[in-house]
């Protein structure tokens, strides 16, 4: 007889609300109601579960997807998607260029050496292609002085499908006092006039926070999935609800005496007698290692304080307010009543580290 668990929320479970995707698409309609969505489904949609989140953004009317790289393009075939599908960093060799032909995959075209490979391969159907420019991120994109040259190479390729939209990315459009994605929408715009055609600027931050990024189609990731770009303004500041509650249970509590040390490196002393609680969550599941001591869990909805060290499959909680708490309660660890922004800042990291973050070991809930 196989063996099998029926209680998935037993311990580390991930609960990812689907109508709260539906919302926030819509949220982001509104705001930029004459833009294209190219939906950022990149790492595993965020952590949240790539296939099954393109299927309700498929339903809910997102116009396209982005992903990295090919090979999350490729998944997305073949699960039928059948939507534009942009790879951010293109093609890295002549296999990949033929997948992305063969797919009907939209390559982002950052360097010169990608035109070299399109120029030497030209696949049998034209295909469409981004080309990004580099306007001050300087991570991928051709810099302001390539781009003309590159720009008629392409032209000329009959392998690729004309006009050519342009993409360029903000590096820092979350700091809204910060003049820099002015200059570089300023250089985007002066690039564009030179080729006006269909444009693609704003991330999420870009689209809650700057009007002028927001042209023909929009690239929102983090926001998608109900999470602020913004360290000062949360979800619910933006209209966003979040999509995914990562939640354990207890299974252990003890009362221990003044003094007593928790954990690895007996880093917490107990300050008074405490009511120490154990919850089956740990970094081996993604929750952040680093996460300093007091950063907020509940209990059963209500707050509880993280005391020592985060260990590999569990962490130790101060339970000494909630005297009624017992072994088996529900434990949130961020979510819908505690934004994962929060615990982003109190383990130093950003919320998209924490969700990209969750391990294959959590079982995953669509609600
Ligand atoms: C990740 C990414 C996005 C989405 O950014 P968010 O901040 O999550 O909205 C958009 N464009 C590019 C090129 C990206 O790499």
Redesign the pocket.
Known sequence: MPVTLTDPTRAAHALICHGALRHNVQRLRTLAPKANI?A?I??NA?GHGMLDVAKTLALAGVDAF?V?RTDGAIELRQAGITHRIAV?QGFFNEDELKAHAALGLEP?IHSAWQVDLLERIHPPVPIRIWL?VDTGMHR?GLLPEEFEGILQRLKACRSIEQPIPL?S?LAN??ALEDSFTQSQLSLFEDIHLTHPEEA?V??????LGWDQAVREWI???????GVS?FPKRSAIDEGLQPVMTLRTRLISIKEVKAGTPVGYGGDWICPQPTRLGVAAIGYGDGYPRLARAGTPVLINHQKAALIGRVSMDMITLDLTPLKDSKVGDLVTLWGDELPVETIADAAGTIP?DLLCGVTRRVKFIDT
């Open positions: 190219m950022v990149k790492a965020y982005a990295a951010l982002v990004k991928l993409m990315h459009a979350d693609s704003a991330n999420s931050a870009g689209i690239r929102p990731g983090i926001s998608i999935y770009p998209y």
